[in-house]
């Protein structure tokens, strides 16, 4: 199901079964349809499919953006309407606003890695066999590129230039090329030279990575393998595979790269959505400083 038909959904259930005023109504689908844009954008999702720590993504990006406690508030209540009417009419098989809370008191922004953390869970895959030389590029590869983790999953053997060091990435119909770092591009062709050709079901098969049957890595299928990579480097961060996009962005931005230039290889089609990173950038400079200078 797609977003377009769950907001028809969720606007008549207000209409016609909650018998909602005009600006709860206008108020109520403007925070859906937000809600929708930001799981397309960033998750490349949909509201039927998203799950609970995406769901928590878009409230700390809306906290990041500076939006008021009241409007943070509202934004979740209308999730946990909408979410509620999808469970009891059984569109969805659980509910994954259950978890959202609003908190009075702190404005989150995006959590990233910092980049000692980055290179201890990237050092967690032993390449001593097919498992781990997979892990490893996949690794490299998400924190190389920013990529979304259905980018990743969805990226064909075809898509990959080890001469030139880049991967194609090809989303909604929108193509760009982003550059690899050299640890990334070796870890990718011991992998593609050394384990793929054992992994494949069939020698025909296009996806760059695929799981221990031979067939396409699920999105689900990675979201284990990262979770269990966190435990295994004893990170306390709750580390997901957009925490390593968001990582990817904030360490660019932090060693002087241009924030368009950001944006383009992230695949952001609005600048605001890459503004967050400015953000965050400047609150850690001032937690630097309140910590580190004499008088502060």
Same mark, same amino acid.
């Given at each position: 199901?797609?977003?377009?038909?769950?907001?028809? *959904?969720?606007?008549?259930? $207000?209409?016609?079964?909650?018998?909602?005023?005009?600006?709860? $109504?206008?108020?109520?689908?403007?925070?859906?349809?937000?809600?929708?844009?930001? $799981?397309?954008?960033?998750?490349?999702?949909?509201?039927?499919?998203?799950?609970?720590?995406?769901?928590?993504?878009?409230?700390?990006?809306?906290?990041? *953006?500076?939006?008021?406690?009241?409007?943070?508030?509202?934004? *979740?209540?209308? *999730?946990?309407?909408?979410?509620?009417?999808?469970?009891?009419?059984?569109?969805?098989?659980?509910?994954?606003?259950?978890?959202?809370?609003?908190?009075?008191?702190?404005?989150? !922004?995006?959590? /990233?890695?910092?980049?000692?953390?980055?290179?201890?869970?990237?050092?967690?895959?032993?390449?001593?066999?097919?498992? =781990?030389?997979?892990?490893?590029?996949? $690794?490299?590869?998400?924190?190389?590129? =920013?990529?979304?983790? #259905?980018?990743?999953?969805?990226?064909? /053997?075809?898509?990959?230039? !080890?001469?030139?060091?880049?991967?194609?990435?090809?989303?909604?119909?929108?193509?760009?090329?982003?550059?690899?770092?050299?640890?990334?591009?070796?870890?990718?062709?011991?992998?593609?030279?050394?384990?793929?050709?054992?992994?494949?079901?069939?020698?025909?098969?296009?996806?760059?990575?695929?799981?221990?049957?031979?067939?396409?890595?699920?999105?689900? =299928?990675?979201?284990?393998?990262?979770?269990?990579?966190?435990?295994?480097?004893?990170?306390?961060?709750?580390?997901?595979?957009? #925490?390593?996009?968001?990582?990817?962005?904030?360490?660019?931005?932090?060693?002087?790269?241009?924030?368009?230039?950001?944006?383009?290889?992230? =695949?952001?089609?609005?600048?605001?959505?890459?503004?967050?990173?400015?953000?965050?950038?400047?609150?850690?400079?001032?937690?630097?400083?309140?910590?580190?200078?004499?008088?502060?």
């Amino acid at each position: 199901m797609q977003n377009n038909e769950v907001y028809e *959904i969720f606007e008549r259930y $207000l209409r016609e079964d909650k018998k909602a005023s005009a600006n709860t $109504l206008s108020s109520y689908m403007r925070d859906i349809r937000q809600l929708g844009e930001y $799981l397309e954008e960033n998750f490349d999702t949909t509201i039927i499919n998203a799950a609970d720590e995406e769901l928590g993504a878009y409230i700390d990006y809306l906290r990041s *953006i500076g939006k008021s406690v009241a409007t943070v508030s509202r934004s *979740i209540a209308s *999730i946990k309407c909408l979410y509620t009417h999808l469970c009891i009419k059984r569109y969805v098989e659980f509910n994954p606003a259950l978890k959202l809370v609003p908190d009075k008191n702190v404005q989150k !922004l995006p959590q /990233i890695l910092t980049s000692n953390e980055v290179e201890l869970l990237l050092n967690q895959p032993n390449c001593i066999d097919a498992k =781990g030389y997979r892990d490893k590029a996949m $690794l490299e590869l998400l924190y190389a590129t =920013g990529i979304r983790v #259905t980018e990743l999953i969805d990226l064909n /053997i075809s898509d990959v230039n !080890l001469t030139s060091g880049a991967i194609r990435c090809v989303n909604r119909g929108k193509e760009r090329i982003i550059p690899m770092y050299q640890a990334a591009v070796k870890a990718l062709n011991d992998y593609i030279t050394l384990v793929r050709p054992q992994m494949i079901a069939s020698p025909d098969e296009p996806s760059l990575f695929v799981n221990v049957s031979g067939d396409r890595m699920s999105r689900q =299928g990675f979201w284990k393998i990262i979770k269990y990579y966190q435990k295994k480097a004893k990170i306390e961060k709750d580390i997901t595979p957009h #925490t390593l996009r968001h990582s990817f962005a904030a360490h660019l931005l932090e060693n002087g790269a241009d924030i368009h230039s950001i944006q383009e290889m992230l =695949g952001h089609s609005d600048i605001s959505s890459t503004q967050v990173y400015s953000h965050l950038i400047k609150k850690q400079l001032k937690d630097v400083y309140a910590k580190a200078h004499p008088r502060a």
